[in-house]
């Protein structure tokens, strides 16, 4: 399977340093108009099916992508969410920073009320990439989805540890990544492209 990731338009709250987790987003001019670069460089892939997490700032980016695809098969999945932060979702990034810096916690041991671990996020990601390949052998898929769900698919692929992962650079807004994946066998073919941003 060749799969296509890609990140959401940058958002009015990413400006904002807003902690969005699974709360709608709202694509700002700049990242309506990255959706719509997104959707030229795009324009001459085949997709055979296109999976999209059900948020706003997703289906907002997917908008400008079904304009040259509008006959591909297109599922909304709550599985390609991000992160669900709890009671963190809607608070300043520095805020978070700042608590975590206090309890001497990072993002990787932060268990937000009402929300997900990093873990949890992971193996949702893994699983539903799982269930996907399975279904769709020798096809290309789309995901229109989240930086961290990007990152976490990465670091599966990869076979990275948190530290090593760390480093991966995929989560741009509207960046493209591309892994070849039969299941078992994965190679990464691009990673956070943004060339036809500029």
């Known amino acids: 399977m060749k799969l296509i990731l890609v990140r959401h338009g940058e958002t009015i709250e990413n400006n904002k340093l807003i902690c969005q987790g699974q709360r709608g987003g709202h694509l700002s001019k700049k990242g309506i108009a990255q959706a719509k670069k997104l959707a030229r460089r795009l324009k001459k892939e085949h997709f055979d099916i296109i999976y999209c997490s059900d948020l706003k700032r997703t289906k907002d980016t997917l908008k400008e992508i079904r304009k040259y695809h509008p006959r591909t098969k297109c599922i909304y999945s709550k599985e390609l969410r991000e992160r669900c932060f709890g009671v963190w979702q809607g608070r300043n990034f520095e805020e978070l920073q700042a608590y ?15 929300g997900e671990t990093s873990k949890q996020k992971q193996d949702r990601a893994v699983k539903f990439v799982k269930k996907v390949t399975k279904e769709n052998p020798y096809k290309t898929v789309l995901f229109v989805t989240h930086g961290g769900i990007i990152w976490s698919l990465l670091r599966h692929f990869l076979n990275l540890t948190w530290k090593q992962s760390k480093k991966i650079k995929g989560r741009s807004n509207a960046g493209i990544t591309i892994i070849e994946t ?12 943004v060339k036809h941003l500029k």
């Not at 975590?100 to 009402?114: A, C, I, Q, S, V």
């Open 100 to 114: 975590l810096d206090k309890k001497k916690l990072t993002l990787k041991t932060l268990r937000p009320k009402g």
């Open 182 to 193: 039969d299941g078992k066998k994965h190679k990464v073919h691009l990673m956070n492209c």
